[in-house]
């Protein structure tokens, strides 16, 4: 039976180039970053000790990752949306909304302590501002979503393939993981709210295949949350529902 040369699934290590992006040769380092040999393993570790040196450094390596890969861009979720005005709009309400939801309904329920003292330092702190909002949409808008959303979905979705089943698995999965990833710093109300945070963003990007919006939502839910802090309101609005 003869290969079909556009059919991605029969040749995991070779793909049909995509907006100029050339298909990897077998047997190069392309192809073995495109599977789950040691050079994969090798970058992959490196992307995850990028997590904690630097915000967004760990984006910057999947970018890396990307580009000696081969990857096509649309595949780690760079799609540019039908419109920017569009996308950065709903983005922002959403966010926003979102976080909001989780303080005041959310969060109370699952029994948190309406302080995150992990970041209570920031309260009225004016000289954290600059570091922090680099860190929100730097480290959390471009470097998670690009890792926890569109790197890992590429890994995932490889892995375990473009059924329903699957994609509803990566989903989980990947929400598991980014909860894990915040439980170091903040604990368990801290790994709960990423979560279900992870879950949400990772359902929509499963069914839309493009981080912009998600990226957008995720530095508006995460300045919501500053702002919050900073305000030192964050009993009073986590009392807003839930006594």
């Avoid at 699934?9 to 192809?31: I, K």
């Avoid at 760079?78 to 989780?102: C, D, E, H, N, Q």
């Avoid at 530095?219 to 006594?243: G, K, N, P, Q, S």
């Amino acid at each position: 039976m003869t290969r079909d040369d556009t059919n991605p699934a029969q040749d995991p290590g070779a793909r049909p180039s995509e907006a100029g992006v050339a298909a990897p040769e077998p047997g190069g380092l392309a192809a073995r970053l495109r599977g789950f040999g040691p050079a994969w393993l090798v970058s992959f570790l490196l992307i995850l000790a990028g997590s904690f040196a630097f915000p967004g450094l760990n984006g910057v390596l999947v970018l890396l990752w990307r580009w000696l890969s081969r990857t096509p861009w649309s595949e780690i979720g760079y799609v540019r949306p039908k419109s920017w005005t569009r996308a950065i709009l709903l983005g922002v309400v959403v966010g926003a909304a979102f976080k909001l939801a989780m303080k005041s309904v959310v969060m109370p329920l699952l029994g948190a302590d309406p302080v995150n003292h992990a970041y209570h330092y920031l309260a009225g702190n004016r000289a954290a501002i600059p570091g922090f909002i680099f860190a929100i949409v730097f480290g959390a808008g471009f470097g998670e979503e690009t890792v926890f959303r569109g790197y890992l979905f590429e890994r995932l979705g490889r892995l375990l393939g473009k059924t329903r089943a699957a994609r509803v698995a990566t989903v989980v999965i990947g929400a598991a993981l980014f909860g894990a990833a915040h439980y170091a710093n903040q604990g368990v109300a801290g790994a709960e709210q990423a979560a279900i945070t992870g879950l949400v963003f990772g359902a929509v990007y499963a069914a839309t295949g493009s981080l912009a919006g998600i990226m957008i939502a995720h530095v508006a839910f995460d300045l919501t949350a500053y702002a919050i802090i900073y305000r030192d309101l964050e009993t009073t609005v986590a009392r807003w529902f839930v006594r």
